[in-house]
C-alpha cells in the first residue's frame, strides 16, 4: 500500500472506530490504481470483502467481473470504491437464543460519515468517469432517486465537474433471474463501453 492508500485509510479507520451508533462489522477502503481514468462505486462492503480487504469479491464481485471482462476491461485497470466503507450489520437472535449477523443497507447518516474521505478519494483517484452501482452512491452523485428510472445513461456532474454512469448494483442480478433483466443488465454494460470510447 503506498502513503496515499495508507492516508485513505487511516481516515476510514478513524471514522470507523469512533462510530458507535450501530453495530458494524469490520471496514476496507477502496482498490486499484490512483489515479485512474475509471472509478467504480459500490454500496458498502459484506462478510467476503471484510474478510479479503477488498471491495466486490464476493458473489456481487463475481457478477461483476464477469460484465467488465465482457467489455474488455480488467479488475486491474480500474478504482473500485464504496459509499460507505463499513459493513452495516444487523444482529438478529433466534428463539433459541442464538445470534446470527445480516447485512442491512447502510443509513444515510451512515453515507455522511464518509462523504469527505469520499470526495478526497475522487480528487485523488481523478476519474473521466463515476460509475455508481445501485441506489446508494446514485444519491450521492445524481438527483435521481431510483436507479430504474437512470441506468445505463451518462450524465455530468456539474459541481464535480464528473460524467456520472448509473447501473444496477450487480447482486440485483441475484434477485432478478430473469432473461429479460439479464440482457437489460448486459445491454447497460455496452453502453458503458461505448461511452468510455468518447470520454
Ligand atoms: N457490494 C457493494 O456494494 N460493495 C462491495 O464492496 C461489495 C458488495
Not at 462492503?45 to 463475481?62: D, L, N
Not at 464504496?82 to 444515510?108: A, H, L
Not at 459541481?159 to 440485483?172: D, G, N, R, T, W
Request: proline share 6%; glycine share 8%; charged share 30%.
Amino acid at each position: 500500500m503506498n502513503d496515499t492508500e495508507e492516508m485513505l485509510r487511516e481516515k476510514i479507520k478513524e471514522i470507523c472506530d469512533n462510530y458507535k451508533d450501530s453495530p458494524v462489522g469490520g471496514y476496507i477502503s477502496g482498490d486499484g490504481p490512483i489515479p485512474c481514468d475509471i472509478l467504480f462505486v459500490g454500496e458498502a462492503p459484506g462478510k467476503t470483502e471484510i474478510e479479503k480487504g477488498k471491495p466486490f469479491v464476493g458473489m456481487a464481485g463475481r457478477t461483476f467481473e464477469k460484465y467488465l471482462n465482457l467489455i474488455n476491461l480488467e479488475r486491474k485497470m480500474v478504482r473500485i470504491t464504496n459509499s460507505c466503507f463499513f459493513r452495516p450489520i444487523k444482529i438478529n437472535e433466534g428463539k433459541n437464543g442464538r445470534k446470527t449477523v445480516s447485512n442491512r443497507t447502510p443509513k444515510i447518516s451512515e453515507i455522511k460519515l464518509f462523504k469527505d474521505v469520499l470526495n478526497e478519494e475522487i480528487q485523488l483517484v481523478h476519474p473521466k468517469i463515476i460509475i455508481t452501482l445501485g441506489n446508494t452512491p446514485l444519491k450521492i452523485f445524481t438527483e435521481f432517486s431510483s436507479i430504474g428510472e437512470c441506468h445505463g445513461n451518462i450524465y455530468f456532474n456539474e459541481q464535480l465537474k464528473k460524467y456520472i454512469f448509473p447501473m444496477y448494483h450487480p447482486s440485483a442480478l441475484t434477485y432478478n433471474r430473469n432473461s429479460n433483466f439479464e440482457s437489460n443488465y448486459k445491454n447497460d454494460w455496452l453502453k458503458l463501453k461505448d461511452a468510455l470510447k468518447n470520454l
